[in-house]
């Protein structure tokens, strides 16, 4: 089997009048993140991440911030979308590993309903998905509560 690595990274910032949209999930929050998108940092790592072991360039080429038609779009979309992109070049996804750093809120809790949701959408099994959530210990941008990032590495393969 050929294997490859990728790695995402992406931020985006906390403000009041969104939902928080995280991993698929929506989260109950008194803040959201803000993007062209729903924002779903998680999720935008995770497809930079695909993406990159692909060899296909990142979430932005793919899905534009300034086109009109992913203004507001579910972030699970994009999640999809990417694994058809993977499955036209005849990759697969091998395993995800990705972090979220946040203060607030306690996002454990909601790992397994994140999980769950990305396995369904990538059609394999939810153990090869795996979140973890950290904090910053209130030093920096994540610190302070102005914004939310995510990490992620995905290995995907060819037959």
């Known amino acids: 089997m050929q294997l490859r690595v990728g790695q995402g990274y992406d931020v985006h910032r906390l403000v009041p009048g969104r939902e928080l949209?995280?991993?698929?999930?929506?989260?109950?929050?008194?803040?959201?993140?803000?993007?062209?998108?729903?924002?779903?940092?998680?999720?935008?790592?995770?497809?930079?991440?695909?993406?990159?072991?692909?060899?296909?360039?990142d979430i932005g080429f793919h899905f534009q911030d300034n086109a009109g038609e992913y203004k507001n779009i579910d972030s699970k979309i994009l999640f999809k979308?990417?694994?058809?992109?993977?499955?036209?070049?005849?990759?697969?996804?091998v395993n995800i590993d990705a972090t979220l750093l946040a203060e607030r809120p306690k996002i454990n809790p909601y790992i397994p309903q994140m999980q769950a949701c990305?396995?369904?959408?990538?059609?394999?099994?939810?153990?090869?998905?795996?979140?973890?959530?950290?904090?910053?210990?209130?030093?920096?941008?994540?610190?302070?509560?102005?914004?939310?990032?995510?990490?992620?590495?995905?290995?995907?393969?060819?037959?």
């Open 118 to 159: 990305l396995a369904e959408l990538a059609q394999v099994d939810q153990e090869i998905i795996s979140i973890k959530a950290t904090t910053s210990e209130k030093m920096g941008f994540v610190g302070r509560e102005e914004g939310m990032a995510a990490m992620a590495v995905a290995l995907i393969g060819r037959k």
């Open 21 to 57: 949209w995280l991993g698929g999930i929506l989260i109950p929050f008194e803040k959201g993140l803000l993007g062209h998108s729903d924002a779903d940092v998680l999720i935008h790592a995770i497809c930079d991440a695909l993406l990159g072991a692909a060899g296909l360039r």
């Open 81 to 93: 979308r990417t694994i058809d992109l993977l499955a036209e070049k005849q990759w697969e996804v």
